[in-house]
């Protein structure tokens, strides 16, 4: 596969509404800079027929388009990863297959790039045009990982990758994948650009509220330690009012007509439970260290061409 300067990645899931003038508009893009470039959609097991759409954009330009099906729906970010892997380009660029992201402003990533020479920019939108509660949910969530872990707080999935950070994406091992938490590990040479962000005009978005809950929570387990903290801080908070709670019981058994039994009974329950909270803290501090690592394949690819 001859290398390009610029490869496009699609991730697709039920986009067949979209990929022909998202090919289209990408192509007119790329001619008017006058630069080489690959459009890679990685279909994640569509149930619609963009695979079909796909194939026959494969035969209508065979050197600008690389199709690749996965065996089965893996998400976003490792249907992305994928087609990061088989970029075969200076510099990748990943975008929706969506249309809310005009490809036109490719060109704003490009010229970032050469200004800032960074090896990864990302495209953050003017206004977000997605439902309100759904721009609510994506704040908090850019804010957590800002204040737990290690992104910046900004991003979003129309970004371009310098090619010598996507290789360095074969060596992520991670259950679940946050590919803007994984890419941040790799440098800190990031840049911003503000583009424009487009109602939805075909087809409708892959991801219940359900789901982005559930991913989210997988996250913040697997990128963050602190659901374990909390459990930390909670048995020391516990172990305080378990301390409070002992000198009352003490007096008032020294002082007053007490029931037998009553004060080491509940000394002892509040005591134990803190103790446990607390322990399980530090050995989850421990734990949360060794990420899971089952040896699960991040997607399966089917067929490519």
């Known amino acids: 596969m001859q290398r ?19 090919f289209r508009r990408t192509e007119h893009t790329m001619a008017s800079i006058d630069a080489t470039f690959r459009m ?4 994640d097991c569509s149930s619609d027929n963009s695979w079909e759409i796909i194939k026959a954009l494969k035969k209508q330009h065979p050197q600008q388009v690389t199709s690749i099906k996965l065996a089965r729906n893996t998400g976003q970010h490792n249907a992305t990863l994928c087609g990061l892997h088989h970029a075969n ?3 990748a660029i990943t975008i929706d297959d969506d249309l809310q992201i005009p490809p036109e402003e490719i060109v704003k990533l490009i010229n970032c790039q050469k200004e800032s020479e960074a090896d990864l ?8 045009r997605h439902a309100a509660l759904r721009n609510a949910g994506s704040w908090f969530v850019n804010k957590f990982f800002y204040y737990f872990a290690n ?29 803007d938490e994984v890419l941040s590990w790799y440098t800190s040479s990031v840049a911003n650009v503000q583009v424009e962000h487009q109602l939805r005009q075909k087809g409708r978005s892959g991801y219940s509220a359900f789901k982005l ?4 929570l997988n996250y913040i387990i697997n990128y963050t330690v602190l659901p374990l903290r909390l459990m930390t801080y909670l048995g020391i908070f516990g172990s305080l009012i378990c301390l409070v709670l002992s000198i009352i019981y003490i007096h008032q058994k020294l002082s007053y ?20 909270l607390f322990c399980l803290g530090i050995i989850g501090e421990y734990i949360s260290r060794l990420y899971t690592k089952d040896g699960s394949p991040y997607y399966v690819i089917k067929e490519i061409s």
Do not use: C, H, M, W
């Open 213 to 216: 809950v559930f991913l989210t």
């Open 40 to 43: 890679v959609f990685v279909d």
């Open 4 to 22: 390009v300067s610029y490869a496009i990645v699609v991730p697709v899931y039920n986009g067949a509404d979209s990929l022909n003038e998202l």
């Open 257 to 276: 007509d007490v029931e037998l039994g009553f004060t080491s009974l509940i000394v002892a329950i509040f005591f134990s439970t803190s103790l446990i």
């Open 121 to 128: 920019v990302y495209g953050l939108y003017v206004e977000k």
């Open 151 to 179: 992104t910046s707080g900004e991003g979003s999935s129309f970004r371009l990758v310098s090619g010598d950070l996507a290789e360095r994406l074969r060596n992520v091992n991670q259950k679940y994948l946050l590919l």
């Open 89 to 91: 380009a200076d510099f």
